[in-house]
């Protein structure tokens, strides 16, 4: 169903937007009031969006999160070395943002929204436009990164019957 306010609903638990009515709380933050807090512990993903840097390789970008924000070594290469592993992220790490299929693309995205650890990601729509096996793939990699990490996972997207 579109326009149910799926996206709407997702930029309002992320503080994004603010609800025109009522409260929100997300790990016990008010996100539009505590947007900074709360971003350490969340991971965002807007299906069509990217957050890699387009001119480099993904590899660039994933260091570049790193420093920004501050993740510890220890943390990132564990992380790293997980998402290479779980995503298939071998043979795309050096390859420019730019050369990436969409299938490609996405797990490259889910793997730098995991890199700081986060509690709780938001996927807005993430398989839209991927094929059914790329679907299966990203299903599959969301179910073993709840298993494994424990880490909820919130997920939008239009259901065609």
């Known amino acids: 169903m ?16 603010s609800p025109t009515a009522g409260s929100v709380s997300v790990l016990g933050f008010e996100p539009k009031r505590d947007r900074v807090q709360l971003m350490k512990k969340i991971g965002i993903l807007f299906g069509q969006r990217t957050e890699l840097w387009w001119d480099h390789p993904v590899i660039t970008s994933y260091l570049w999160k790193k420093d920004v924000w501050r993740i510890p070594d220890e943390i990132f290469n564990k992380n790293l070395n997980l998402v290479i592993e779980l995503l298939d992220l071998h043979d795309i790490i050096n390859t420019f943002a730019r050369e990436l299929s969409l299938g490609q693309r996405l797990r490259a ?53």
């Open 109 to 161: 995205d889910i793997g730098m929204l995991l890199l700081h650890n986060p509690e709780v990601i938001f996927l807005d729509e993430p398989t839209l436009g991927l094929d059914v096996l790329g679907k299966k793939k990203v299903i599959s990699f969301l179910k073993q990164i709840n298993k494994e990490q424990g880490t909820t996972i919130v997920v939008t997207s239009v259901l065609y019957r």
């Open 2 to 17: 579109t326009q149910a306010g799926k996206s709407t609903t997702i930029k309002i638990l992320t503080g994004i937007l």
